[in-house]
């Protein structure tokens, strides 16, 4: 027995506002999780095309868990086929700029202090953290995300921040 229109995401209204609800979040989620180099925004179009096309086989209220899997496993996937890519192919880095070497190799060494910083934080802590400080998205906000409590997503956030006090100097 097929489900009620109301229920069904193979409805034109039903998918729409589940897009309207959905997509800058999972946009975001991905962003935070693994950077815009993997263009996040092609991830989350393919999520709702897999949506669409098995429409009939997912519920209205398992909609949103879906479109998270199978995002975060199409970027894994292309995580996975990049280090393949990059193994066989030299990318050099050449271009010019008006800045004095001085300064573009401490912005460069800064950059790279933020970088390891952030990747020596939990997914967990970055997560939260990016969404905060980044997005400025509420601590209500977050915990509604990603189904935790307002308390967790404190403990994640302070210990993020404690953790780049440590390994960033300055902060």
Not at 11 to 34: I, M, S
């Amino acid at each position: 027995m097929s489900q009620p229109i109301q229920d069904n995401i193979c409805e034109d209204q039903l998918f729409g506002r589940l897009y309207k609800k959905h997509a800058k979040n999972l946009h975001d989620f991905l962003y935070y999780k693994f950077g815009e180099h993997l263009n996040p925004q092609d991830k989350v179009q393919e999520a709702f095309i897999k949506l669409w096309q098995n429409c009939g086989k997912v519920s209205p209220d398992k909609a949103k868990s879906y479109l998270f899997t199978t995002a975060n496993n199409l970027m894994l996937n292309a995580l996975a086929h990049q280090k393949v890519v990059l193994k066989f192919q030299k990318l050099p880095q050449k271009y010019a700029t008006n800045e004095s070497p001085e300064f573009i190799m401490q912005e460069n060494e800064y950059k790279k202090k933020v970088q390891t910083a952030l990747a020596n934080l939990t997914e967990a802590q970055r997560i939260a953290f990016l969404m905060n400080r980044v997005e400025g998205k509420r601590f209500k906000e977050i915990a509604a995300l990603l189904d935790i409590s307002v308390k967790a997503v404190e403990k994640r956030i302070y210990g993020a921040l404690k953790k780049l006090r440590q390994d960033i100097d300055g902060l």
